[in-house]
């Protein structure tokens, strides 16, 4: 059998190269990528990938209905991280600091599908979920898509 550890560090660097497929603007073929390595998870695969997976997943969609059920997949994926992984901190505090984008995303895309209520909520979520985030150009720009998708939905940039 392989290293799990190479296996996971293999992986990661599959999704990474896809990710930046998708930065330089080929939505098309990302989106193709995506699909294929989500397949290869499945369902019982690393929580981890699979919340990274369908996290850009949902970034591909053309359908905000379908942007929606990954950004919903990507949060359960989470999910089961944070509880699996409870005792590690290091693998906990990766998906800590996801959350506030994975909330930011599930606001825009309820705002998207007419969902104002969800939408208040999970940006309430991503706003609480930023003081996990570092002070670096990440947290940074994940507070100011905070704040502006705050201002887009209230108006006030304050939610009520």
């Known amino acids: 059998m392989g290293d799990p550890a190479a296996a996971d560090d293999a992986m990661t660097g599959r999704i990474g190269q896809v990710v930046m497929l998708l930065h330089a603007g080929d939505r098309e073929e990302a989106r193709n990528r995506l699909t294929a390595l989500w397949a290869e998870l499945g369902e019982q695969g690393d929580p981890l990938h699979r919340c990274t997976v369908a996290h850009y997943l949902a970034d591909t969609q053309d359908d905000p209905e379908d942007e929606l059920s990954w950004d919903l997949r990507a949060l359960r994926a989470a999910d089961t991280v944070a509880a699996e992984r409870a005792g590690d901190d290091r693998r ?11 909330h930011l995303n599930l606001a ?7 969902e104002d209520r969800l939408a208040r909520s999970h940006l309430g979520l991503a706003r609480r979920a930023c003081s996990d985030l570092s002070e670096d150009a990440y947290g940074d720009g994940v507070r100011a898509a905070v704040g502006r998708l705050e201002l887009r939905l209230t108006g006030s940039g304050q939610l009520p």
Request: glycine share 16%.
């Open 92 to 102: 906990a505090g990766q998906v800590r600091g996801f959350y506030p984008a994975l």
């Open 108 to 114: 825009a895309a309820y705002a998207r599908v007419g």
